[in-house]
Every structure is written in structure tokens, then in C-alpha cells.
């Protein structure tokens, strides 16, 4: 009971300093852990203690809850391809430096394991933050968060099982995969009924989804499987629309507070890696923050996904995951990983999830496009008053026929080769690259255009290209929204915004027309 308030207390504790002084809570929980566990007289707070077990088994939880196999609409080939190829090259590598570090093919195969896994929670927040969870790109990059996830909890439960032999692992994972195809029949056939039944009454949902979790652990422990696997799937039941976006927000807090207990009992547990274990360590965080974007960038060659999507991808997939702790924690409990290994696997996650915030940034995604992006397209010979399309997918094909009626020379920048190629066939004027990039907007000459029209979804872009173009005597800025919420910070940048709430071909024809009437006034002085 002591060890249960001390850890309570310092999560508490911990958790409000962050909030105070502005700071990721991740490293102020695990640093208060390590101060406690520094302390004489303080009782052992180690992660293999019944408290921590369970914390632990809520962050797997929540884990699970992201599952929603609809989220992978359109994005599955992409997702498979760029997932197993990270997923291979970067475990295998990991696998690989710990065994150049003279350490057992069974230590290699856990940390190779974990270091290919990524952060779902981060991974979901950050889409999140930046309005990109329903576009094609966050679906994609979902789908790969998705794979590692089931890939993590297979390579988990075989893992527990290793010192069993081959048949033994064999079974393990055969067990869990028959528990993940149970999972998703109550996915696609229970939880739709069970929804109606707890709408609107949140105490009703959290007691539901504490039910199918305390469910899900002792269906586990009774087939001999770890705690990861049962609080995993039972996040997976419960993911599907619209049951998961009725559990997430009221489990959410319950969540928060198992999570910063689990993370101070962590840092309770570690010792600073030192010597082989601290370079081993520093390898390895070089190797999730480097190989995981680079094999990326490889990945999504062919999928069509424009050069700085694909560096941002890689860097929101560059971190360790929740699973890799899991991971951790199941190596240390089973005596196959040793003190110092296990707190070098969990400080490259600590860590490389606190990285990922900070590195994975519009800004960090646009100086990697400059060093490593192709050359830019040759400048277009010199214009004057014609008109740019910045983005030119389905629905502005309507808008650019438009444009072209009212004045024939219209130059269109796409980020999509094959839609570039289509619009040269048709004799319009277009360049092949990112609307966005300041090198793109000067090769058509955007700054000497009558009017620039935006048909970009990324807020941040707009703004980007706005700053590049919004001047005295420049030209008319028309940028299509789509949240009201932007529109005020458009229109402060020098923006004639033109609002739709939904974007679709019925509605394309007024949102033509408010363009071309915008550009009247243009087109008479």
C-alpha cells in the first residue's frame, strides 16, 4: 500500500510541475521516479510490481483504442508497403547493432522488436493537432502505425513463450492471433449494437469499457498469454466508429493518470546505462531517429506522396513506442534482458518519444525537403498578370476550366506527377512540385501574377505561401478554407478567403463562381 500512495503522490506531483513550467510530462515523471527511488528509507517502486503491471496495461489499452480499421480507407497498399519495409529494416538493423555489441541473438531479437515499433498515441496526437487525421496522408500514415502495432503484439506474445523452443512460440502467437480475429468480430458485429446502449451517459461508458478490458486481462492470463496482448485487444473491440469516439474521451483521464503512474514507476526502475550500455543506447536512438525516416522516404517511392510528406511520415514514425516499453518490461520480468539493457531500451523510448514533438515540424519537414528534395523545375519564361491554381485534384478541375475562360493564361502547381502530366496533355501551363515551397512560387512567377488562387487544405501551407506573396501592389490572394477557424488568420495575412464547409462536386460550382467573381475587380484594373 505504501509503494501504491508514493507512486500516486509523485505521478500527481509531477504531472502538475510539467503543466506549470510548460514541459513534456514524460521526462519530469520519469526523472521524479528516479529521485524517489534515489531517496533512503523509500520503499522499491519497480515496474514489475502489481501497480505498475496494471498502468501499464491502460497505455496498451489506449493503445488499442486507435485501432479503427476504417481509418485505413484508400491507404492499405501504401500502409503495408511502407510499414513492412520500415518494420524490417530498422529491426533488422537494431538486431544487428546489439549483436555487433557482443550481446545474445535473444537480447538482439527483443531490442530489434522494439526498435521497430512506433509511437501510436504520439503518432495520433500529433495528425491530430495539425487537422491531418482524415486526409489521405494521415490515413496513410495511421495504416503504418496500425501494422506495427498488430506486428508488436505478435512478436510480444511469441516472445513470451521463447523459453518454451520454436512450437511453443509458435502456439503463443497462433492463440493471440485467433484472440485479435474474436476481437474484430465483436468490432464489426457487437460493438455497433452495444453503442446504442451506453450513448450519452459517460459513467455508463467507462464502466462498459473497464468491463471488456478486465475481460480481455483474464481471458490473457487464462490462456497464458501477456497482460499487452488481452489490453491491446481490448482496446481493438472497442475501436470501431462510433463506439471508439465514445470511450476514448471519458476513458482519457483514466488513462492519463495509470500512464504518469506507470511512467514514474519506470524512471524508479532505471539506471543511467554506462559504458558499452550507454553507447549501445546512443546507437540505437541514432538509428530510430535516422534509418526510420530514410527507409520511409524509400518506401514511398510509387505511391505517389509528394517528397515532404514523405520526410514528415518518417519523422512522426522516428520515435519508440508504448509496445516497445511493454516490450521492455516483459524482457526484464522473464531475466532475459539485464538492468542495464532494460534501462537503455527504455531511456531511447523516453527519449525518442520526447524528440518527436520537437523535431517533427513543419519547419524541420521544409529544411529537409531543401537538402534533400530534387531539383526544382526550371522557371517558366517570364509572366505577367496571368493567374496560378495552387493545387489542382478533382474537385478544381471545374475551377480551372473556369479560370481559363475568363483568362486563358492560368499556370497550375501540383504536387501530383500524374495530374501534372494530364494538364500538359490538356495544354495548360504546370509544374510538378510543392505549392508551398518558395523556389515552386517563384518559378511561376506568383509574385508578378493578377491573382494567386489556393486550393491547399494545410493551414500552415497557406500561411507559408502568403508570407511569400501578400504585399503592397502583389497579387490578388484567393484561399479556399475549409474550418472557420482559419479564416480569420488567413484574411490577417492579406487573404481573400472563399469558405466551404464541405468539400464536394455539387458544391464546386459556387465555390467557382465566388473565385471568379473575386477576380472581377482584378480583371478591370
Known amino acids: 500500500m505504501t509503494e501504491a500512495v508514493l507512486l500516486i503522490l509523485a505521478a500527481a506531483i509531477a504531472t502538475s510541475v510539467a503543466q506549470r513550467i510548460r514541459l513534456p510530462a514524460i521526462p519530469i515523471l520519469v526523472v521524479t521516479g528516479a529521485i524517489l527511488a534515489a531517496l533512503p528509507g523509500v520503499p522499491v517502486l519497480d515496474v514489475e510490481r502489481p501497480l505498475p503491471q496494471l498502468s501499464l496495461a491502460f497505455l496498451v489499452f489506449a493503445v488499442g483504442l486507435e485501432f479503427e480499421p476504417s481509418r485505413l480507407s484508400g491507404q492499405l497498399r501504401g500502409a503495408l508497403?511502407?510499414?513492412?519495409?520500415?518494420?524490417?529494416?530498422?529491426?533488422s538493423l537494431g538486431a544487428i547493432l546489439v549483436i555487433l555489441f557482443g550481446h545474445a541473438t535473444i537480447v538482439a531479437a527483443y531490442v530489434g522488436l522494439g526498435l521497430a515499433g512506433s509511437s501510436t498515441i504520439i503518432g495520433v496526437r500529433l495528425l491530430v493537432e495539425r487537422g491531418q487525421i482524415f486526409e489521405p496522408f494521415g490515413r496513410l500514415v495511421l495504416g503504418v502505425l496500425l501494422l506495427q502495432d498488430l506486428l508488436m503484439i505478435l512478436g510480444i506474445a511469441g516472445l513470451a513463450a521463447v523459453r518454451g523452443g520454436p512450437w511453443a512460440m509458435v502456439a503463443e502467437v497462433g492463440t493471440a492471433i485467433l484472440l485479435f480475429a474474436v476481437a474484430y468480430a465483436i468490432v464489426r458485429l457487437v460493438a455497433p449494437r452495444v453503442a446504442r446502449g451506453i450513448d450519452h451517459d459517460p459513467e455508463v461508458q467507462i464502466i462498459a469499457a473497464l468491463a471488456v478490458l478486465f475481460a480481455y486481462l483474464s481471458i490473457a492470463w487464462h490462456l497464458d498469454l501477456p497482460f499487452a496482448v488481452g489490453a491491446f485487444l481490448a482496446g481493438v473491440s472497442l475501436s470501431v466508429f462510433p463506439v471508439g469516439g465514445m470511450v476514448r474521451a471519458p476513458i482519457a483521464p483514466i488513462v492519463g493518470f495509470f500512464s504518469a503512474v506507470f511512467f514514474v514507476s519506470l524512471g524508479s526502475s532505471?539506471?543511467?546505462?554506462?559504458?558499452?550500455?550507454?553507447?549501445?543506447?546512443?546507437?540505437?536512438?541514432?538509428?530510430?531517429?535516422?534509418?526510420?525516416?530514410?527507409?520511409?522516404?524509400?518506401?514511398?517511392?510509387?505511391?505517389?506522396?509528394?517528397?515532404?510528406?514523405?520526410?514528415?511520415?518518417?519523422?512522426?514514425?522516428?520515435?519508440?513506442?508504448?509496445?516497445?516499453?511493454?516490450?521492455?518490461?516483459?524482457g526484464y520480468a522473464q531475466g532475459e534482458l539485464a538492468g542495464g539493457m532494460f534501462s537503455a531500451i527504455s531511456l531511447v523510448t523516453v527519449v525518442s518519444m520526447m524528440l518527436t514533438p520537437l523535431l517533427a515540424t513543419d519547419r524541420m519537414a521544409w529544411w529537409l525537403v531543401g537538402r534533400l528534395a530534387p531539383p526544382t523545375p526550371a522557371p517558366l519564361p517570364p509572366l505577367a498578370g496571368h493567374v496560378v491554381l495552387l493545387g489542382c485534384g478533382r474537385n478544381s478541375r471545374m475551377l480551372l476550366d473556369l479560370l481559363r475562360v475568363s483568362n486563358p493564361d492560368v499556370v497550375v502547381v501540383d504536387r501530383d506527377p500524374g495530374v501534372v502530366a494530364a494538364l500538359r496533355e490538356d495544354g495548360v501551363r504546370a509544374i510538378c512540385?510543392?505549392?508551398?515551397?518558395?523556389?515552386?512560387?517563384?518559378?511561376?512567377?506568383?509574385?508578378?501574377?493578377?491573382?494567386?488562387?489556393s486550393t491547399m487544405r494545410r493551414h500552415a501551407d497557406n500561411l507559408r505561401m502568403l508570407r511569400r506573396l501578400h504585399r503592397p501592389g502583389g497579387p490578388l490572394i484567393l484561399v479556399r478554407v475549409f474550418s472557420d477557424e482559419h479564416a480569420d488568420a488567413l484574411v490577417r495575412h492579406g487573404a481573400t478567403v472563399v469558405s466551404e464547409s464541405e468539400v464536394a462536386a455539387a458544391e464546386a460550382v459556387l465555390v467557382a463562381g465566388s473565385i471568379a467573381r473575386a477576380l472581377e475587380p482584378a480583371a478591370t484594373t
Open 433 to 453: 512540385g510543392e505549392a508551398a515551397d518558395p523556389a515552386i512560387l517563384d518559378a511561376v512567377h506568383a509574385a508578378g501574377a493578377r491573382a494567386v488562387v
Open 81 to 91: 508497403r511502407m510499414g513492412l519495409l520500415q518494420f524490417v529494416v530498422v529491426g
Open 270 to 330: 532505471l539506471t543511467l546505462p554506462v559504458g558499452r550500455d550507454l553507447l549501445l543506447a546512443l546507437a540505437a536512438l541514432g538509428l530510430v531517429l535516422v534509418a526510420t525516416p530514410l527507409t520511409v522516404a524509400v518506401a514511398s517511392r510509387g505511391l505517389r506522396l509528394p517528397r515532404r510528406e514523405a520526410i514528415e511520415a518518417g519523422i512522426l514514425l522516428g520515435q519508440c513506442g508504448e509496445l516497445t516499453l511493454v516490450l521492455a518490461v516483459l
